[in-house]
């Protein structure tokens, strides 16, 4: 299990050595596939897409350098034949999973089966989140509500029993000052990592290792 689990991208050296690390080889060298449909529950989400590839929005994620980097668009695969485009999966070192609409994203996941390759998938590839991207593989997940998906529908897979509260006391984002996520954090029943936009999770087989050059806590259940 190779896990990053940033806030917002490889936004400082720390999170990008962590990266390589993870890798094994420099990034130049590994191919990278990108998943961008957390954002389609976000509106103006479209947009957004197009600077994150083209690296104008925010820290470097697709825009890092990589040997190669396609696009796995999760909305599409339920209507391709599974073996056209799990066997590209399997072959790539990176899956970089963007932020968005948790409850979105946890939906397409599951109904395009990339949910259940997940367990085979991380014994080889460095799954790599961004904010939404990250929140999914844990125990907890949100939703802006801009979707039509029944309300008891998932927003996480629950891989890791724990949680994590990125953008950290964001300007953009007021209900993530610390105080407002202590108090959340404070209702669930398992961990959670508040982490700023410089800062990431890291999850492995030996444990959880945080990497940050800003700002991060973990409160524990109560």
């Known amino acids: 299990m ?37 954002i389609y529950g976000v509106a103006g989400g479209n947009d957004i897409i197009r600077k994150v590839i083209c690296g104008t929005l925010g820290d470097p994620f697709c825009e890092l350098g990589w040997k190669s980097i396609g696009l796995l668009e999760l909305t599409a695969l339920p209507s391709l034949k599974r073996e056209f485009w799990v066997d590209t999966v399997l072959k790539t070192d990176a899956l970089l999973v963007g932020g968005g609409d ?16 997940l367990p085979t998938l991380l014994e080889r590839i460095v799954y790599v989140g961004l904010s939404a991207g990250s929140m999914i593989m844990t125990s907890y997940g949100t939703t802006f509500g801009s979707n039509s998906l029944p309300a008891e529908t998932d927003k996480s897979l629950r891989l890791l029993a724990i949680a994590i ?13 610390l105080a407002k996520l202590e108090k959340l954090a404070g209702t669930l029943s398992v961990p959670s990592y508040l982490i700023d936009d410089q800062s990431a999770v890291m999850v492995t087989s030996e444990g959880i290792l945080m990497i940050s050059e800003g700002k991060w806590k973990v409160v524990q259940p109560k």
């Open 2 to 38: 190779k896990l990053l689990l940033t806030s917002a991208g490889i936004s400082n050296k720390s999170i990008y050595n962590a990266l390589v690390d993870l890798l094994g080889k420099p990034v130049a060298e590994s191919s990278a596939l990108f998943v961008p449909s957390a």
């Open 165 to 177: 509260h990125p953008h950290l006391d964001h300007e953009w984002f007021p209900e993530n000052a």
């Open 102 to 117: 948790c409850q979105y994203l946890t939906y397409w996941m599951q109904q395009s089966g990339l949910a259940d390759l």
